[in-house]
T-cell receptor, first 111, second 114 residues
Framework: QKEVEQNSGPLSVPEGAIASLNCTYS??????FFWYRQYSGKSPELIMF????GDKEDGRFTAQLNKASQYVSLLIRDSQPSDSATYLC???????????FGSGTRLLVRP | DAGVTQSPTHLIKTRGQQVTLRCSPK?????VSWYQQALGQGPQFIFQ???????QRGNFPDRFSGHQFPNYSSELNVNALLLGDSALYLC?????????????FGEGSWLTVV
């Protein structure tokens, strides 16, 4: 069973801090990795995706990928209360285009 | 530029009934995938349509079927509804059968089976 694992949380950080969200995956054939933010009662919103080892930055967000360790992370700098949501990590294979999601990590940013 | 649009937003059905959900992909996208998200879980892949054909299917029974139209819009049909089919149904659109392209979700259709 190909899986994506995330700590369910909640991860609680103070406003202005760096939030670090982690994700591991079991299928070494996974090539691309996506981070989505989902507010309660809403649909997932794409934050960013990464497919090369290393870091990828977009504004306050940085995705990190380590294929050797089968590990993906998302850093949120200067966390705001509006960042409080569930963050979903998803893996996509090279020939299988479906996304395999983790169960999500709930982030709570305290004012 | 319209994003991914889904309808209806909410619906309530009775066990044994049938339901049809609709999706229009983002402008420029030609691939539509459907996902089911139960409360507290990540979305689960149902199937994907490209060039009007089902290209991939997840672990869902044949009660779940779909269709893609020439304008790339898509329908998800679920027959013989069960209480366990109550979930958020998400449509995702992307361009081509290429790994690593952006994938956007619609607002979803909330289905309650009573």
């Amino acid at each position: 069973q190909k899986e994506v694992e995330q700590n369910s949380g909640p991860l609680s950080v103070p406003e202005g801090a760096i939030a670090s969200l982690n994700c591991t995956y079991s299928d070494r054939g996974s090539q691309s990795f996506f981070w989505y933010r989902q507010y309660s009662g809403k649909s997932p919103e794409l934050i960013m995706f990464i497919y090369s080892n290393g870091d990828k930055e977009d504004g306050r967000f940085t995705a990190q990928l380590n294929k050797a360790s089968q590990y993906v992370s998302l850093l949120i700098r200067d966390s705001q209360p509006s960042d409080s949501a569930t963050y979903l990590c998803a893996a996509q294979g090279d020939s299988s285009y479906k996304l395999i999601f983790g169960s999500g990590t709930r982030l709570l940013v305290r004012p | 530029d319209a994003g991914v649009t889904q309808s209806p937003t909410h619906l309530i059905k009775t066990r044994g009934q049938q339901v049809t959900l609709r999706c229009s992909p983002k402008s420029g996208h030609d691939t539509v995938s459907w996902y089911q998200q139960a409360l507290g879980q990540g979305p689960q892949f149902i199937f994907q349509y490209y060039e009007e054909e089902e290209r991939q299917r997840g672990n869902f029974p044949d009660r779940f079927s779909g269709h893609q139209f020439p304008n790339y819009s898509s329908e998800l049909n679920v027959n013989a509804l069960l209480l366990g089919d109550s979930a958020l149904y998400l449509c995702a659109s992307s361009f081509g059968q290429i790994s690593g392209n952006t994938i956007y979700f619609g607002e979803g259709s909330w289905l309650t089976v009573v």
